[in-house]
């Protein structure tokens, strides 16, 4: 017979074991696919469909974007209304805002790939 600490411990351990799981698998899921939250400066993207861009490998033949500028913290009437929102990447010609209606997001400011 099984005393109620041990079960208690071993939910316990159970529940810690699944979040892992989850969280683990979220953050694989998302390098895997490509999400554009994964993007750093530098990163090559493609784009997918006409509102997504998906980061790609730059020898990847559908890579036409370089990520000048990642510009956290923006809502998306501050990257709709600021023209100058990427005027720290040089050679920007495509910007992509990505977050919750209402909240901050963030910003990639896309440089045409070379």
Do not use: H
């Not at 005027?87 to 400011?109: N, S």
């Amino acid at each position: 017979m099984k005393s109620a600490g041990k079960t208690v411990a071993l939910r316990i351990v159970a529940a810690l074991v699944g979040l892992i799981v989850v969280g683990v698998g979220g953050f694989v899921i998302k390098n895997l696919t490509g999400d554009a939250s994964t993007a750093k400066v530098g990163d090559c993207m493609s784009r997918e469909g006409r509102d997504e861009v998906k980061v790609v490998e730059c020898s990847d033949p559908k890579a036409v974007f370089t990520v000048g500028a990642k510009i956290e913290g923006k809502t998306e009437t501050e990257f709709s209304t600021d023209e100058r929102i990427c005027a720290a990447a040089p050679g920007a010609t495509q910007r992509y805002w990505q977050g919750k209606r209402g909240r901050a997001g963030y910003v990639l400011c896309l440089v045409p790939k070379k």
